[in-house]
Each structure stands twice: as structure tokens, then as C-alpha cells.
């Protein structure tokens, strides 16, 4: 991903193993602050996790794919490193796939360096993939709404949901965003805004309610998201407030497509019941940069996820191409 420093541009990744350390890019700092984190062992690397300074399902995966590479290499006890990991957030498939890939390439014989190497290798191909095959549902003068950030940030490179929108805009096809901000974390204002400015992309951060605005009023032409877990009947969970704008761009006939890796998909659930939703700290609704903003003593729900049923997608773009629902149930 191309990262201004200064007058120049510089391509990053945002996780990366280096020494046997794992680098992250702070995403709990920006857009103010770029930070790289450097993380020694695997409770550092839980932490991470679990406060989102790494965060985005396919990005979770690799994050802890490199932890277990750096456990082998301390000789810690695998299992307890897996078990230990995995419980630091319960919804995104590729938390589980990335772990369970490593440990089954040492099993193999492959160092875990270079089992992790390989397993991020193969994600950032897919998601290059994935913008090849996306791209091509984004016309001209396209108006684009996405949610949250399914960015290279959240993917270590080009995205899921951006890595078409990314494509479009290389190809020379005039596009336009509409950024959910993405209440309560604002990933989509922070970080998805962030990147497509890095990348020169024209796009508008709108209100989370707003969104139903303007499809109600023809200004979005598609939706692309991500996805943190896809199940064998093409429910999936993605960011808390994915689920209603499905429902509204399918009340007008919007395409709504889902953009991931083969890592997000979970074969062994048949439907999005059986999806653990993360319920995360109240402190992230009602308090804002530091202060509160609701009375005191009053509940607070904070579910981080919903579930979107199948009916409302038009396809899933994967590194294998843009398939419709009916298709993935085969
Ligand atoms: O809580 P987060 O920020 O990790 O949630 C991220 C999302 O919901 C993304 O849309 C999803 O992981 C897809 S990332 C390519």
C-alpha cells in the first residue's frame, strides 16, 4: 500500500515479520499518528489484537500466522500459543485459519518462518485477485458505498472491499466513494478514508444513518464490503451496520457485493447462527476521545458485528472470481 512520508511515497505493508519480530501499523493511532509496533511474544501479540492496534479479519489471520512462526522459534508450547490467540477475538474465520494453516505446515516439516511467509504470500495474492476480478463491476463515474475498512490495512495489502475500487481507479476509471464512518471505532472514517487518500481516490466520509439517503436518492450505484466470516450458506458477519444497509440496497435493487478470501470462508457452519458476534467494551459508545458522552450508570450494548443473510447478496468476489450465492452453496 502506498504510504505518504513526507513529499515521498513509500510502499508498506501493514503487518510484517522482521528478526523474528512481528511489525504492525498502529491502526489505534491513525490517521494522526503513523506508528509501527514492534511485538516480541505472543502475549504482546494477543493485546494487539484484542485492543485493535492490528484488526480486519484477513490482517488478524496473518498477525497471528507470524505469532505462531515467532513461538516456534521460541520454543513455546504451540498449543497453548493457538488456544491463547484464537481467544482474543471470536467472530473472524481467518483468526482460526491462519493459526490452524501454520501449525499444519510445521507438522509438514516447513519451518514456521517460513510457513507464515508463505500463508501471508498467499492472501496478499488473493486479495490482488480480488480487485482483478471486482474491478470489473465498477463502471465508469461508478458511485461506491463501503462500510468499515476492508482496506490493506485490514489485510496487510490492496484490501478486500478496496482492493477493486482500488483497480477501478489504476485503470483509469473515474469513481467516486461514499465512506461509512463506521460507529463505534470509525474504522471507515479514520482508516478507509485514509487509504484512498493515500491513494488520490475521490470519496465523501458520510454518517452511518446516511447511508439509506443516498441510495434512496440514486447516488450509489454499488456496494462492496468485506467479511469476517462467511458461512456454507453464504451468510456472513461483517461490521456492526453491514446487515441494514444490504436490506436497503436491496429494497433498490443496488448491487451489494461481498468481497474475501478463501481464509474468511467457514465451511464447517451451515448458516450465520452459528456465528459468535464480539461483544466489545461499552466504553466504545459512550465515551468519545476520552470523554463520556452519555449519563453515567446507563447500559451500554455494543455487539461488533451483525449477520447478513445471503438473500441480500448479489455475489461474493473472491480470488477465484464473482460467484452468486447459489453457486456457493454447490
Ligand atoms: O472489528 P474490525 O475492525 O476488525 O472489523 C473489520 C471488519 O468488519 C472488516 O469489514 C472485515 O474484517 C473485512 S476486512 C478485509
Not at 482496506?151 to 465512506?179: M, Q, W
Not at 452459528?274 to 470523554?291: D, L, Q
Amino acid at each position: 500500500m502506498r504510504v505518504r512520508v513526507g513529499n515521498k511515497y513509500k510502499d508498506y505493508k501493514s503487518v510484517w515479520f522482521e528478526n523474528n519480530i512481528i511489525k504492525l501499523i498502529d491502526q489505534t493511532k491513525l490517521p494522526f499518528k503513523f506508528e509501527i509496533v514492534s511485538i516480541k511474544n505472543y502475549s504482546q501479540l494477543y493485546s494487539a489484537i484484542k485492543k485493535m492496534v492490528v484488526r480486519g479479519a484477513p490482517a488478524i489471520g496473518i498477525a497471528a500466522a507470524y505469532g505462531i512462526a515467532q513461538a516456534k522459534n521460541q520454543n513455546k508450547n504451540l498449543k497453548k500459543v493457538a488456544d491463547y490467540l484464537k481467544s482474543a477475538r471470536p467472530t473472524a474465520h481467518d483468526l482460526f485459519y491462519g493459526i490452524e494453516y501454520v501449525i499444519s505446515k510445521i507438522e509438514e516439516g516447513f519451518s514456521g518462518t517460513d510457513a507464515a511467509e508463505e500463508y501471508a504470500l498467499k492472501i496478499i495474492a488473493e486479495c490482488k485477485r480480488i480487485g482483478m476480478h471486482g474491478e470489473k463491476l465498477i463502471k465508469n463515474k461508478y458511485r461506491i458505498l463501503t462500510h468499515c475498512n476492508a482496506g490493506a490495512l485490514a489485510t496487510v495489502d490492496y484490501g478486500t472491499a478496496l482492493s477493486p475500487i482500488r483497480f477501478a481507479h489504476y485503470n483509469g476509471k473515474k469513481i467516486f466513494v461514499y465512506v461509512d464512518e463506521t460507529r463505534p471505532q470509525l474504522q471507515g472514517a479514520r482508516l478507509t478514508s485514509w487509504e484512498l487518500y493515500q491513494e488520490g481516490i475521490e470519496h465523501a466520509v458520510i454518517a452511518d444513518n446516511a447511508a439509506g439517503y443516498f441510495m434512496q436518492n440514486k447516488q450509489i450505484d454499488i456496494v462492496i464490503v468485506g467479511a469476517d466470516r462467511i458461512a456454507k450458506n453464504g451468510d456472513f458477519a461483517n461490521k456492526i451496520g453491514t446487515f441494514e444497509k444490504a436490506v436497503i440496497a436491496y429494497q433498490y435493487k443496488i448491487p451489494f457485493y461481498v468481497a474475501a478470501p478463501t481464509s474468511t470462508f467457514d465451511t464447517k457452519i451451515k448458516s450465520g447462527a452459528e456465528i459468535v458476534i464480539e461483544e466489545r467494551n461499552g466504553t466504545e459508545i459512550s465515551m468519545i476521545s476520552g470523554k463520556r458522552i452519555i449519563p453515567q450508570n446507563i447500559k451500554v450494548c455494543n455487539p461488533a458485528f451483525d449477520i447478513t443473510p445471503a438473500k441480500y447478496v448479489t455475489g461474493y468476489i473472491t480470488e477465484k472470481g464473482v460467484i452468486g450465492w447459489k453457486e456457493l452453496m454447490r
